[in-house]
């Protein structure tokens, strides 16, 4: 027989899906099977305005057959006539792998295919001959086209039974490297249905061996095998199902199975929209975070589905960056089988979903937030600083959907709260949000100026995420309430009045200002007094705009980075130390320079920075121990 030649643009692919070196072959199945539930699809849309066609939607069935090294797919959908297998199989032009060949011309990145309606030649991924027999309904001959990829394919009749198409594919030989034999292996074949194909509409079916007790040997089982048809589909998906009929233990159990998580997830977001774009999603709330979460490895994104068959594993475009965390699926069936991943970026109904999405996701939270605070900061504990790079990332262009979300230690309460509680609680006269960024919440609590503040009623948010500083910085304000980083920056808690009088003591004590100024060095900036610094008698703030828990956090990401360290130290002039220093320049000035290295040292420990030169400071203590 003459073998006739693919068409010329469906050479590329085919030769690409023989020599196939792609990881994740397995998607053959699941395009295969989905070729024959679009074929049933179509059978059964043609009996409804055909009432010929004699099959109701319960008798459309996919049988898997397994024989020695062959896997047969058939179905009873609407079949082929002899035109169409070769329109439909010899031409790249006609199916729907076209989105892919385009893109695969573009690039050579392999690990596209999975993103793809592959379609049919996917089948020459794993096995070297493929044989099509196929029946169209309404005619009485069937077709055999038969191909072992490259040399092309021939065509001639057959017998079919009834309609439909069988499919059946000889698997490549064994290699070292590639057991395409473990395709007939019942345990792997059940779980690409269940990965790929669960829910598609009609039963997979496939004889399977059980195991059970023989008759009369209740006293003594003895075991026997025996061969049953079994569904390996579940059909109806989860999410399709309604909310009231899903019990929390099947959602919990799918969300085990699906995402490989031990743990329960903490919530459980399941919904259907209906509109521009149609669709339905479940999402979770995982309990913790995966051990890779904050590393490149981890894959973010939510699973996305076309009518119950899955089209992507991990669809990034549908989560905006501070809901990374989220897992679950998506199911829309306007999203068609054959979209690539470049044409989803652009693709107008994703866009539609992923904002929707982000919407829920906020609304559940908050709602977890003000209902289940318990749960919340549980849920916290895993991801807060996902929320808080997501607050900050992009200049704050998704600040609306975190800020309330966001949860950070009050001194003052001892507990975590949200901006807003800090603003409700605000005391009478304070004008702003006080925050200080330390190592650990006990740390930061004991600064001088969180003890001014402290007196005055007001609370202060401890700050010990390196990213925490971040977020004032980036949203600039809330609720009108401007932020103020309180070791760093002025209190504004001064009266006209107040300062005034500052400005004159500082006047009256200039000597002793210039004095410490010139016995410190290049390092301190200015000497001057401070206003905030309650019973501290020193205090060090930084002279640069950046804190010094900022200074820390760049010099850790980059240690070679020259980061500007000069510094300007506070005098309580209240205080005994600052007054005893003030004798001792007059009377004994070498003294006078002891003390004020050592309280430039104790405002350096007070600020929790460590010291140029501890074994001075030991040393210079001891002198006054004398
Ligand atoms: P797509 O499914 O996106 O159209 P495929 O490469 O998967 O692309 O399939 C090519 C065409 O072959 C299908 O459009 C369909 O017309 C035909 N075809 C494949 N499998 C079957 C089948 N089991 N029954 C009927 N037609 C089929
Ligand atoms: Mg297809």
């Known amino acids: 027989m003459r073998k006739k030649q693919f068409k010329a643009e469906s050479k590329r692919l085919l030769d690409l899906m023989i020599n196939s070196i792609y990881t994740h072959q397995e998607i053959f199945l699941r395009e295969i099977i989905s070729n024959a539930s679009d074929a049933m699809d179509k059978l059964a849309y043609t009996a409804l305005t055909d009432d010929k066609v004699g099959i109701n939607r319960e008798d459309f069935a996919i049988t898997l057959t397994r024989g020695d090294g062959v896997l047969t797919v058939s179905d009873n959908g609407i079949g082929m006539s002899r035109e169409e297998m070769e329109e439909n199989l010899g031409t790249i032009a006609k199916s729907g792998s076209l989105g892919f060949k385009q893109a695969m011309d573009k690039t050579e990145d392999i690990d596209i295919i999975g993103q793809f309606g592959v379609g049919f030649y996917a089948a020459f991924m794993v096995a070297g001959s493929v044989t099509v027999i196929s029946r169209k309904y309404g005619e009485d001959t069937a077709w055999k086209w038969v191909s072992d990829g490259a040399d092309g394919y021939t065509i001639e009749e057959a017998e079919r039974a009834y309609p439909g198409t069988d499919i059946i594919m000889t698997l490549k030989p064994d290699t070292e490297e590639e057991k395409f034999s473990r395709f007939l292996e019942e345990y792997e074949i059940r779980n690409l249905v269940k990965k790929y194909s669960d829910y598609i509409r009609y039963p997979i079916r496939m004889l399977v061996t059980k195991s059970r007790m023989k008759e009369g040997t209740q006293d003594k089982p003895e075991y026997e095998e025996y061969f049953e048809i079994e569904t390996l589909n579940s059909m109806v998906p989860l999410w399709h199902r309604n909310k009231k009929d899903v ?13 490989f998580d031990f743990a329960k997830p903490l919530g459980t977001i399941h919904f259907s929209t209906e509109g521009t774009v149609s669709y339905k999603a479940l999402l979770y709330i995982p309990g913790k975070a995966p051990y890779d979460f904050y590393t490149k490895d981890y894959k973010p994104g939510l699973q996305l589905y076309s009518s119950g068959v899955m089209i992507m594993e991990n669809c990034e475009d549908l989560l ?80 609306e959907s975190t800020q309330d979300l966001l949860l950070f230690r009050s001194h003052k309460e001892n507990k975590l709260i949200t901006f807003q509680e800090y603003v409700d609680n605000m005391a009478q006269g304070q004008e702003k949000i006080y925050y200080v960024p330390g190592e650990n919440a006990e740390r930061a609590g004991k600064l001088p100026q969180v003890q001014t503040l402290t007196q005055k009623g007001y609370d202060v948010l401890l700050f010990t995420d390196e990213v925490d500083e971040f977020v004032p910085q980036t949203l600039m304000t809330y609720a009108e309430k401007s932020f103020c980083n309180a070791s ?58 950046m804190s010094f828990e900022m200074e820390k956090y760049f010099k850790r990401m980059n240690p070679d980075m020259p980061i500007p360290s000069e510094r300007i130290l506070e005098l309580n002039p209240e205080h005994d130390a600052i007054k005893a220093l003030q004798i001792a320049t007059a009377q004994d000035p070498e003294k006078a320079k002891d003390y004020a290295k050592i309280l430039c040292c104790q405002a350096q420990l007070l600020a929790d920075l460590p010291l140029d030169d501890p074994a001075e400071y030991t040393a210079l203590v001891c002198k006054l121990m004398k």
Do not use: W
């Open 247 to 259: 019990t929390e233990e099947e959602y919990v159990r799918f969300y085990q199975e699906k995402f």
């Open 320 to 399: 905006p960056e501070q809901f990374r965390f989220v897992r679950g699926v998506v199911d829309s069936q306007d999203l068609s089988l054959n979209i690539s991943r470049e044409m989803l970026q652009h693709n107008r109904q994703l866009t539609v979903i992923a904002k929707n999405i982000e919407k829920k996701i906020k609304a559940y939270l908050k709602s977890m937030l003000t209902d289940e605070r318990e749960k919340y900061e549980q849920f916290y504990a895993a991801f807060s600083r996902q929320l808080k790079y997501g607050t900050v990332a992009d200049y704050g262009a998704h600040k």
């Open 488 to 545: 760093s920056e002025d209190l504004g808690l001064q009266t006209e009045e107040e300062k005034k009088l500052l400005e004159e003591q500082s006047e009256k004590l200039k000597g002793l200002l210039d004095f410490m100024k010139e016995t410190l060095g290049a390092g301190i900036k200015e000497v001057r007094l401070g206003a905030n610094l309650g019973a501290a008698p020193v205090c060090m703030t930084p002279a640069s705009g």
